[in-house]
């Protein structure tokens, strides 16, 4: 039995089974520094602007303004870049989220070709060869970590499928800080040798008799089935297709019929007015039709003390359009949808502030989950775009779209558009 035994071990041992610790394991012709650096040219560039949009769509939440806006109350410096979010020009949260969640996606068979380009070194021995090795292989982990769960729970948030153990808010946000840091330190030991082989190959080094090794190329290369530049026309055509089959979610045109891997692609749910996508229903938060009957009613809180006008009034008062989309954080967007009520400005000033006030917390009838409640800044209750909407394209709201008003803000992320409004608190929040 104990030579059997030894017997197997020596054949695992032998030149012609190596181990996967062993380069000559790793066959595949297609690899090698050239090919990885390609990769890490468009995810540097790709990465980066993911980051930035990501950036900018927190932002875009105002979480500095109200707690009810903050899902990372423990964020501390990590809001360092905080800013008052704009309302124009009114497309502009539509295009960066649209930007972020459509380049995440394109950029998935890239990452993933990366990594098995370099999935060698990860099996590499010794596992650190120095203390400077032992940082860059501790990178490595948390580079592969991070860029692992940012691309899963953010396709997992653009398909609708809340798989977390938390709120993906936080899990997005903290993971993101993490996977950056660890790609700006691998970014800066990399990118001056991948600019190196790009630019010239594997050079000879100064003084140095022979190449630059390639440590990625195979010992012992397979006979080869594609070409590196075949390998890349594919990992591109991988990209284009589930750019072409998925961007149609964020952006109008021709791309809107193609956008066939999304929950909210392809056509629109429904026909008329009121045809356009819809993120919750009044079902689904549990509003019943009573609530938004003949008895509802909008109070008003300022200086004016509370103010009560039922939907008659708000239609007899100065109605103002506006054409505006909705533009979802989970990447899917409306096109301009034509909006009809009273301007945020006008209510502002039946409650007490008729040059504005310095914001309002605007709640709904909804009565639990997240965002049941927002606060808007000054500069979007003073937007003559910015209106609390009681029809859309010439008809009244429908109990989906916000029945019987909503309030609907310019370059504002969707969820802060709230639907089935009860309650609108101006003044300091």
Known sequence: ?????????????????????????????????????????????????LFVTGLLSYAAYNPDLAAVNDKTPGRGWLGFYLFDWPTGPHWLYRLTQGIHVTLGIVLVPVLLAKLWSVVPKLFALPPARSAG?????????????????????????????????????????????????????????????????????????????????????????????????????????????????????SFDGALRRTALLTPRGGA??????????????????GIPPAETGESWQLTLVGPAGEVRLSRAELLAMTQHSAALPIACVEGWSTADQWWRGVRLRDLAALAGFPDGPPGVLVESL????????????????????????????????????????????????????????????????
């Open 1 to 49: 039995m104990r030579d059997r035994r030894q017997d197997a071990g020596a054949r695992l041992r032998s030149p012609d089974l190596p181990l996967p610790t062993e380069p000559a394991f790793w066959r595949s012709p297609v690899r090698g520094v050239r090919f990885t650096a390609v990769l890490g040219l468009v995810l540097l560039a790709g990465i980066t602007v």
């Open 133 to 249: 090795h032992a940082l860059e292989r501790l990178s490595l982990l948390l580079l592969v970590g991070g860029a692992l769960f940012e691309f899963v729970t953010g396709l997992l948030n653009i398909q609708l499928e809340y798989l977390f153990p938390g709120s993906f808010y936080p899990l997005h946000f903290y993971g993101a800080w993490v996977f950056f840091a660890a790609f700006l330190a691998h970014t800066c030991l990399k990118l001056p040798r991948a600019l190196r082989v790009l630019r010239r190959g594997l050079p000879v080094a100064e003084n140095a008799p022979a190449a630059e090794p390639d440590e990625l190329a195979s010992p012992r290369p397979a006979p080869p089935t594609v070409s590196r530049r075949g390998a890349l026309a594919v990992v591109g055509a991988g990209s284009l297709l589930l750019l072409v089959t998925s961007a149609g979610r």
């Open 268 to 285: 629109e749910p429904g026909q008329g007015a009121n045809g356009f996508q819809i993120n919750k229903t009044a079902a689904k938060v």
């Open 366 to 429: 909804q009565r639990s989950g997240p965002f049941r409640s927002v606060a808007l800044r000054d500069n979007q209750v003073r937007d003559p775009l910015s209106l609390l909407a009681l029809g859309v394209n010439g008809e009244a709201l429908s109990p989906d779209h916000g029945y019987p008003a909503r309030v609907i803000v310019p370059a504002a992320p969707g969820v802060m558009n709230t639907k089935w409004v009860s309650r609108l608190t101006f003044g300091e929040l």
